[in-house]
């Protein structure tokens, strides 16, 4: 939970995902069903510090842009990768009914498979929005793919990035959180300008 508002996670093969929004510092309140004797909150040169509520239980504060990963009892197997987004997304935020936007709104799941986003368009996922598609861009310049939104690439049945550059040029990607669960998660070739 989020300052008592309950976030989804995600789990992944590699780990679980949070991801949410706040313009300021929050409680964050980790319950890990299964127990655990002791939890470490990662990187820990961030020095992040937490209270252990119960045998399940963890609370620790967070900020806009913290990555956190919390782990129990030293296993890789039950981590949380927690990503903390600014929840004001108004610098640089297109508007919906922008004619070259691409736009996927707060707090649904797309199941697109796959999407190509051409010259001159902007493919934009609000934050709390999740696009199960693998995202492509191709012969194109002068587009973006922006948010704070989850693009997730993974187990839809194509074998290729999450995210794909290929002979483009002027291409920005910037705050989305991109899974793959096979091959790379972006893929950039025969491009220029490209700003990740």
Do not use: W
Not at 119 to 147: F, I, P, R, W
């Amino acid at each position: 939970t989020v300052n008592g508002v309950r976030q989804t996670v995600y789990p992944t093969d590699e780990g679980q995902i949070c991801t949410f929004g706040c313009d300021e510092e929050v409680q964050v309140k980790v319950i890990n069903v299964q127990g655990f004797d002791e939890a470490v909150l990662r990187p820990l040169s961030k020095n992040y510090t937490y209270e252990k509520l119960d045998a399940q239980t963890i609370v620790f504060t967070a900020r806009p842009y913290d990555r956190i990963v919390a782990e129990f009892d030293s296993s890789e197997d039950k981590q949380l990768f927690i990503f903390v987004n600014p929840k004001s997304e108004t610098a640089g935020k297109p508007s919906k009914d922008d004619p070259d936007v691409i736009y996927y709104e707060a707090g649904k799941d797309y199941d697109v498979k796959h999407i190509k986003v051409p010259s001159g368009k902007t493919l934009y996922l609000e934050g709390g929005a999740v696009l199960n598609a693998k995202v492509y861009m191709q012969d194109s310049e002068n587009c973006k793919v922006k948010g704070f939104g989850i693009v997730n690439g993974m187990d839809n049945g194509v074998e290729v990035s999450g995210v794909r550059v290929q002979n483009c040029s002027n291409v920005e990607i910037s705050g989305v959180t991109i899974l793959n669960n096979t091959g790379r998660v972006c893929f950039n070739a025969m491009s220029s300008n490209i700003l990740i």
